[in-house]
């Protein structure tokens, strides 16, 4: 497993992080897809310290006709995800047989969105990010692990990097977990919980100021 996955990649800051953090782990990727918007390359100068096949298709979004039988038909079997914001990945196809990991800075399935992480301090001053294999559906897919991290006052001034580190040290213990071939079971959701999106100021405000007391 340890090389044995390829990673998937937008061009954006957290991308960068993950990155980073795999140049430092001893899981590398044996192989980097990067969906290239078209703007100033973030993640060039990091590419040159892998040495690995990078892949680029002028196209952001992966579902992509050519993206698609590209990883179809790649040996790899995991796919390290990290997508552009807002983006979720519909080909039944593709998500059907092989498996594409992503780090979700929520506790599931209680905290679904795009903004679980302030709610998540509002309700219980509590932070989880969780790793799960992509289904299709917003924030349903297999869960492989959740782990708890702590938000301080210092955190809010690089929210940015923290959410982007807090993504990658899940996915990476994930990969622990993978590596020792354990199972892992379908969920079973009995009751229908909240999306998380609205990203209003205020909600921003009245998280940080629960943390920075």
């Known amino acids: 497993m340890k090389n044995n996955f390829s990673i998937i990649l937008a061009n954006t ?11 430092k782990s001893k899981f590398r990727p044996s192989e980097i897809i990067f969906l290239d918007n078209g703007k100033k390359n973030l993640l060039s ?15 952001s979004l992966i579902d992509n006709k050519k993206i698609v039988n590209y990883i179809l038909n790649s040996k790899n079997f995991y796919f390290v995800y990290s997508g552009y914001p807002g983006y979720v990945i519909r080909n039944i196809n593709l998500l059907s047989k092989k498996k594409i990991l992503h780090a979700h800075p929520g ?3 209680e905290y679904k969105g795009s903004t679980t992480i ?10 989880y990010c969780s790793t799960m294999i992509l289904d299709g559906k917003i924030d349903e897919g297999e869960k492989i692990n959740q782990l708890q991290f702590k938000l301080t006052c210092k ?11 807090i993504r990658i040290t899940t996915l990476l213990d994930a990969l622990k977990k993978i590596e020792k071939n ?32």
């Not at 100068?45 to 196209?59: C, M, Q, S, V, Y």
């Not at 302030?118 to 509590?126: A, D, G, V, W």
């Not at 955190?155 to 580190?165: A, P």
């Open 118 to 127: 302030f709610y998540s301090i509002l309700n219980s001053n509590k932070i």
């Open 182 to 213: 354990r199972k892992f079971k379908k969920r079973k959701i009995n009751k229908a919980y909240n999306n998380y999106y609205i990203a209003h100021p205020v909600i921003r405000y009245l998280a940080k100021s629960k943390v920075c007391v």
């Open 13 to 23: 800051y957290r991308s960068k992080i993950y990155l980073k953090y795999f140049l």
């Open 155 to 165: 955190d809010f001034k690089n929210f940015e990097f923290f959410d982007s580190r």
């Open 107 to 109: 506790r599931l399935p």
């Open 45 to 59: 100068k990091l590419f040159k310290k892998f040495n690995i096949k990078i892949k680029r298709f002028n196209h």
